[in-house]
């Protein structure tokens, strides 16, 4: 046997040292030394090894059909997300804050992959817990409806946290997908380390990679995630999986969002849109009129902001409330979108057009929970600040899109067409857009576009101010 040795393991990025340190020589963190005790182990054969095949070169141009082959499972917003379904040997990794819905989608994922879709045939799922019992489970269960029938017979649940017996159960099963909740409370008998330390879930994520290679099938897992909402433990879980899923939204409201923070086998840009329901987490029909509050008549500080999260057009409709305050330091605050873009497009508009807030306190929100980044959102965000001041609405039926300068400018923004194609269905007439350098913009059936070379025309143009109108 191995001898024992003692190391000062760093908690937050897993360098060790001989002694404690009140400070990680490594990423400069306080307080994060923690003894542990460390065995050395035999070298683990490698994932070709595993698999019974010696690891040879391969040309690009040599056809892989292993790896194209996906299995859908049956949930069209997340399916979208991952880029068509799930890849044979892929680890993924779903994050989230605390009753958002990861157990739930767990579930709805194994009686997908259950049932059979797109072509590809049912199959067993393996369910290890480790956080719940498996009457908590199948209670869950149940109120999805998947106890009665196949899928019930086909969804295996085991209460384990113990990595190398879900591994044996898993090799020995050979299910079509395995699904782990979560990766924090897996722990390996080799290590003396708690579950969720740094090298506990490193070893188990390890291990879990290692069965999912070997053997060709999917691994789902579940990870918590800190107060600031990023994924707990060493970073070197985000580097090992194939694909971070996060789920977003807040959990007193209905609608949930589903990103790609990293994705091997497809694009990080897309989003699915979900509503949590009685059974469950429901794909929303028309995502694009999810994010639009309802007014019975257009209110001061509302503009609606058609925006791309991937390949896909949605509308948002953006709200800004400026008052009056004495304060000698104005608030600013903002839930959505960039505080630190807020703050710049305040600054613009005191200098270069005339809007002066430096005496109001400055609140922005992005309806339905949504957090978009793109800088096409600039526009709409200063347009709303300043019908607020004003307290003047919009013009029935304006949507706006663009980016603003430190000058004052308007820059376009890419895909302008199949982002007023889609204003245009939801019923709006009007678009103020950017004047395009160089270009004429495209005419959109059913949508006026409104140019505007600067800040300030965009502002009389959403205001309805008299004056000049710059050529279309």
Not at 419 to 442: D, Y
Request: proline fraction near 7%; glycine fraction near 14%.
């Amino acid at each position: 046997m191995a001898r024992a040795q003692s190391r000062y393991v760093c908690q937050s990025c897993g360098a060790s040292v001989l002694r404690w340190e009140g400070q990680c020589r490594s990423c400069g963190e306080w307080n994060t030394l923690v003894e542990t005790v460390i065995r050395e182990e035999p070298r683990r054969p490698s994932a070709a090894a595993l698999a019974g095949a010696a690891a040879v070169p391969v040309a690009l141009s040599h056809p892989d059909t292993a790896a194209e082959a996906r299995r859908p499972v049956g949930i069209g917003e997340l399916d979208r997300v991952l880029g068509g379904g799930l890849v044979a040997g892929s680890v993924v990794l779903i994050g989230g804050e605390p009753g958002i819905g990861k157990s739930t989608l767990l579930l709805q994922v194994a009686a997908g992959v259950a049932n059979g879709t797109g072509g590809a045939p049912g199959g067993d799922v393996l369910y290890a817990t480790g956080e719940e019992s498996t009457s908590q489970v199948r209670l869950r269960a149940a109120r999805l409806g998947l106890t009665s029938g196949p899928v019930g017979d086909a969804i295996r649940v085991v209460a384990e946290t113990e990595v190398g017996r879900i591994v044996e159960l898993a090799r020995g099963e050979r299910p079509a997908l395995l699904l782990v909740d979560s990766v924090q409370t897996v722990a390996s008998d080799e290590l003396d380390g708690p579950p969720g330390s740094v090298g506990q879930v490193r070893e188990s994520t390890l291990r879990l990679m290692e069965v999912a290679k070997a053997e060709g099938m999917p691994v789902v897992l579940v990870g918590h995630v800190t107060k600031d909402g990023t994924l707990a433990g060493p970073k070197t879980l985000e580097h090992l999986v194939d694909v971070v899923l996060s789920i977003e939204g807040d959990r007193t409201g209905g609608l949930r969002l589903l990103r790609a923070a990293k994705n091997r086998y497809g694009s990080t840009e897309e989003v699915g849109v979900f509503e949590m329901g009685e059974r469950g987490l429901d794909e929303v029909a028309d995502p694009a009129r999810a994010f639009l509050a309802e007014h019975e008549s257009p209110a001061p500080g509302s503009v609606v902001a058609p925006v791309l999260e991937g390949s896909r057009p949605l509308l948002v409709e953006v709200q800004a409330l400026v008052a009056p305050t004495a304060a000698p330091s104005p608030r600013r605050t903002a839930s959505g979108v960039d505080p630190n873009r807020l703050a710049l497009l305040v600054a613009v508009l005191g200098r270069r057009a005339g809007i002066g807030l430096s005496g109001h306190d400055v609140y922005a929100n992005l309806a339905g929970g949504l957090t978009v980044t793109e800088p096409g959102l600039d526009l709409p965000l200063a347009l709303a600040l300043a019908s607020s001041l004003r307290d003047r609405p919009l013009v029935p039926g304006t949507v706006a899109i663009g980016e603003v300068g430190l000058l004052g400018e308007l820059r376009s923004v890419g895909g302008l067409d199949r982002r007023l194609r889609e204003a245009a269905r939801l019923g709006f007439t009007r678009a103020i857009v950017p004047r395009a350098h160089g270009r004429e913009t495209a005419p959109v059936p059913g949508v006026e576009a409104v140019v505007a070379g600067s800040l300030s025309d965009a502002i009389r143009e959403a205001l309805g101010d008299t004056g000049r109108r710059p050529p279309s």
